[in-house]
């Protein structure tokens, strides 16, 4: 393994303190965050910036569509791209 190297950053205090929170949910250390964004991006097939954690409004829905409230059904993929228009 080659030696590793340090990467220097300044960033507003209120995101750093943000950022390790959410890192610290997450299980990780900074080191671990930093090098897994670092291999996302150096990877061909890896979006690092992909939506993996939803907003409050996409959870909302998630949880109304688990229940089955506000649900529109069709009777084919047709009478679906036909309602698009």
């Known amino acids: 393994m080659a030696k590793p190297e340090t990467v220097c950053v300044y960033i507003e205090p209120e995101?750093?303190?943000e950022a390790e929170a959410r890192i610290a949910e997450l299980g990780l250390?900074?080191?671990?965050a930093i090098t897994?964004?670092?291999q996302?991006?150096?990877s061909i097939c890896c979006d690092p910036f992909s939506p993996h954690i939803p907003n409050a409004?996409?959870?909302?829905t998630l949880e109304q569509a688990s229940k089955g409230?506000?649900?529109t059904e069709y009777a084919s993929f047709a009478e679906f791209l036909e309602k698009l228009d």
Request: charged share 40%; proline share 0%; hydrophobic share 40%.
């Open 29 to 32: 250390s900074v080191d671990e």
């Open 69 to 71: 409230e506000g649900l």
């Open 40 to 42: 996302r991006l150096a």
């Open 15 to 17: 995101l750093k303190r």
């Open 57 to 60: 409004e996409t959870l909302k």
């Open 36 to 38: 897994i964004f670092y």
